[in-house]
């Protein structure tokens, strides 16, 4: 019995694949995604179905093609008794009673109720928003031949510029294929994916894994992979170089599924399409699955709507000067529209479409090229318009000024972190995202196994990634948007990905031994993190005379008669045996310096923002201290 895949009888039918699905869970059919097989016993049924929906919505003017029609032995009335009883059909086909409303169907003259609200539904949705093209991301192993594939799409799907030369590189371009268009992004390698993730942006709706044929899964395609679980973006594997004699399509599958990723031919829902970028064999039907999954995504911008784009690149041209290339997410650009992208804003000077071609506007999925800005903005800024260069400074100064109020609320933060903050709402399932790295292959399926017995009812473990060698920029932007830790164990993060991690605020800890790793991990799991903080003693201050300040209020003249005094210190204030004050050190000057810190023997004026200091008092300044904790 022959299996035909949803889509390829969508294809067969003429209709179009959510229809296809529409049927089938009309029927009750399980599947995966449009790539999933079905018996033909459940084909014949649908063919039937759709030759009288056609029948019955147009009064028999769509045409399927030949093979839906030359079914005579396939009797509505048989189908329908068929189905009933349940007995002829076989696989994934379960007839759900109630949802299969076939009673009737071949003398139906007219649409069922059902039929006519899911057209107009669709219809409406249609009206409202359009589709938009799919914007699509290559990641892989180094070698694995992402920018073969890119450029044998580009040679082969991308119109040549009309008035000839050589079309810049500018980080996206977009195929015309015969499913509509189709935009790559083809800056390379998954950083340009990870870093503009990182930055809250995304801009990818389906990721190709690239894995070459003759050498499987490699660090890297792990890591892409992980990249794309991680933004929740479909994913389909391009197995690559099949046209290599030592190519073996067959262990990058058996492989995949080692990472729980099953290809649809061993009954999962993983697309797997082996490809050649250098003789073109399955480009087309890469191509193909793309647009399929696109159609799935059922992805829709409104281009009547409030522009929104991200900066896929930004560089300086020695002759035009600062050039960023936009994705349009939302809404149109027009040359002349002010944009702000961060605390910088700008106006379009001119825009070109990926081919170089000038043009005057682009609406959603249209990667641009802009002259206009001042400052070379970052792959993943947000970039949004404003009404005029007005509105533009208005939404620059509003962003300067939350910065800083985010500033300061993360140092607040940092100093009051409560126990709620650290394990989230308590009483709930927590997750502790974790990034691991090993030195080999066995020490990391030795933690690993490790790890999988530590998972309790209250915490979730979930290894983002586990791989081998240092831990990369591309962990640290991983673990930054997903709030995870890395943990290595005998290798250690090189100086430059260190420095990343510190501004990404990502911790990375490395170790030796494998249990003191495993420790650090029942210690995240256990919530006990929450820094602790001690009071330690700084310094005695003795006021010799009270300065009266007209802003400040007054001041206390003291002479430092012990250890040191610092800013935003906590102060108690002694007048005899009693304590008359509690507060904290607002400001220190030294003469009219404003300074940090004044040590013993110095004499300097201490602000405690309390106007009834007197000469003789003594002040006894201490400040909280986080302590390790064993
Ligand atoms: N035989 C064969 N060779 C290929 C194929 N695709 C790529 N190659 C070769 O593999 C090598 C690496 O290809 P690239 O496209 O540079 O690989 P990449 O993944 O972009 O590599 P990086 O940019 O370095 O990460 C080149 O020598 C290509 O010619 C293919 O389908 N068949």
């Not at 935009?183 to 801009?203: C, K, L, M, Q, S």
């Not at 399929?292 to 041209?317: C, H, W, Y």
């Not at 990034?435 to 017995?453: H, K, N, P």
């Amino acid at each position: 019995m022959s299996k035909v895949r949803i889509y390829t009888l969508a294809k067969e039918l003429g209709v179009d694949n959510h229809k296809m699905l529409e049927i089938l869970d009309g029927l009750g059919v399980s599947y995966k995604s449009v790539s999933s097989t079905i018996e033909e016993d459940t084909v014949e049924l649908i063919k039937q179905i759709v030759e009288e929906e056609g029948a019955a919505v147009t009064g028999g003017g769509s045409e399927p093609d030949q093979a839906a029609r030359t079914e005579p032995e396939q009797a509505p009335v048989e189908v329908q008794a068929a189905v009933q009883s349940g007995t002829v059909l076989s696989g994934t086909l379960e007839p759900a009673p109630g949802q299969l409303p076939v009673e009737g169907r071949a003398t139906e003259a007219q649409p069922r109720p059902s039929e006519v609200a899911v057209q107009e539904v669709s219809a409406a949705a249609a009206q409202e928003i359009p589709h938009r093209a799919p914007v699509v991301t290559i990641m892989g192993h180094v070698d694995h031949g992402k920018t073969s594939l890119l450029d044998y799409i580009r040679k082969t799907k991308v119109a040549a510029k009309e008035a000839g030369g050589i079309t810049q590189h500018v980080g996206a371009f977009e195929a015309k294929t015969s499913k509509g268009r189709i935009v790559f992004i083809d800056t390379p390698g998954h950083e340009a994916f990870t870093t503009i993730r990182a930055r809250g942006a995304n801009v990818a709706d389906i990721a190709i894994i690239v894995i070459a044929a003759d050498d499987s899964l490699m660090p890297q395609t792990r890591e892409a992979i992980a990249h794309a679980q991680a933004a929740k973006v479909p994913m389909i594997i391009a197995i690559n170089k099949i046209d290599l004699a030592q190519a073996d399509p067959e262990k990058v599958k058996t492989d995949l599924t080692q990472l729980n990723l099953v290809p649809e031919e061993y009954g999962g829902d993983l697309i797997v399409v082996p490809v050649s970028a250098r003789s073109g064999e399955g480009v087309e039907d890469l191509l193909e699955y793309i647009s399929l999954t696109a159609e799935l995504e059922d992805l829709r911008a409104d281009p009547k709507g409030q522009f929104s784009g991200v900066v896929i690149e930004g560089k300086v041209d020695k002759q035009a000067g600062v050039l960023a290339t936009v994705m349009v997410q939302e809404g149109t650009l027009h040359v002349g529209d002010f944009l702000v992208v961060g605390e910088n804003y700008g106006k379009i000077k001119a825009m070109t479409d990926s081919g170089g071609a000038r043009i005057k506007e682009a609406g959603p999925s249209t990667p641009v090229q802009i002259l206009g800005f001042s400052d070379v903005p970052t792959s993943g800024d947000k970039v949004q318009s404003a009404k005029n260069e007005h509105a533009a400074r208005e939404v620059i100064a509003q962003r300067a000024s939350d910065r800083r109020d985010e500033e300061d609320a993360r140092q607040r933060r940092k100093a009051q972190r409560s126990l709620e903050d650290i394990l989230g709402p308590l009483g709930q399932v927590r997750t502790v995202n974790l990034i691991l790295r090993a030195d080999t292959q066995g020490s990391v399926e030795a933690i690993q196994g490790i790890l999988a017995r530590k998972e309790t009812d209250d915490v979730k473990l979930n290894v983002m990634f586990a791989g081998i060698g240092a831990p990369t920029e591309g962990d640290v932007l991983l673990a930054s948007t997903a709030e995870a830790e890395i943990l290595c164990f005998s290798v250690t993060p090189s100086g430059a990905v260190t420095k990343i991690a510190e501004t990404k605020g990502v911790e990375v800890k490395s170790y030796r031994i494998i249990y003191e790793l495993i420790d650090e991990v029942d210690r995240l799991i256990k919530g006990n993190i929450e820094p602790v903080f001690e009071e330690q003693y700084l310094g005695r201050a003795e006021v010799r005379m009270v300065i009266r300040h007209p802003k400040t209020g007054n001041i206390a003249g003291s002479y430092i008669t012990d250890g040191s005094f610092k800013r935003n210190a906590k102060a108690v204030v002694r007048r005899g045996k009693e304590v008359v004050y509690e507060g904290t050190v607002v400001g220190l000057k030294r003469f009219k310096d404003d300074v940090r810190e004044v040590q013993q023997g110095y004499e300097c004026g201490i602000n405690l923002d309390w106007n009834d200091v007197m000469e003789g008092d003594i002040i006894e300044a201490s400040e909280m201290v986080e302590v390790e904790q064993k």
